[in-house]
Every structure is written in C-alpha cells, then in structure tokens.
C-alpha cells in the first residue's frame, strides 16, 4: 500500500491533497498540453516568475510502468523542453 497519513519529504506542493501516495509506480499519461500554472510546482519560476507547469486535461492512459522506478520518471528538465517545444510548433 503506497497511501501515506502526510505528504512525502520529496514532494513540492502548494496544493493539499486529499490523498498522498509515496512514489512507487510509475504511471503514463497523455494530456491535451502543457500549460502554466500557478499553483503546480513542475519547473517553478523557471519559466515564468510564481508559475510552474501542469498537464492540461490529463488521462491515463492505463499504462502501468513496471519498467520504471520513480527515479526513470520524466524529469522537470525534459518537461521544461516538452512545453518549449509545444511553444515553436504554436507559432
């Protein structure tokens, strides 16, 4: 059971969540884009001041990565490139 009665030591939040989970399984999701966000801490003031980045509209795509431990997840660094991306092909 990966439930936890607080949130983990890792965990950058602003938000409280009803639930928190320690990092364990590693789940893919697709989403219609990234956007930014006030209030979720991916890439925080990295490229706006007091924002961070969120996937919007996120689904599961019911793949569950038994391939991968937390630690292979996507990084804040490939996110970061992922929005940039989407960015250019905006234009």
Do not use: C
């Amino acid at each position: 059971d990966y439930r936890r009665e607080d949130r983990h030591p890792r965990v950058d939040a602003l938000l409280e969540a009803d639930v928190w989970f320690s990092p364990g399984l590693v789940i893919e999701v697709l989403g219609d884009e990234i956007t930014l966000s006030p209030i979720h801490t991916a890439a925080f003031n990295r490229i706006r001041e007091e924002s961070g980045l969120a996937i919007r509209f996120p689904r599961f795509t019911g793949r569950w990565r038994v391939d991968k431990a937390p630690e292979d997840a996507t990084k804040v660094d490939e996110i970061v490139e992922m929005y940039n991306a989407q960015l250019k092909t905006l234009k």
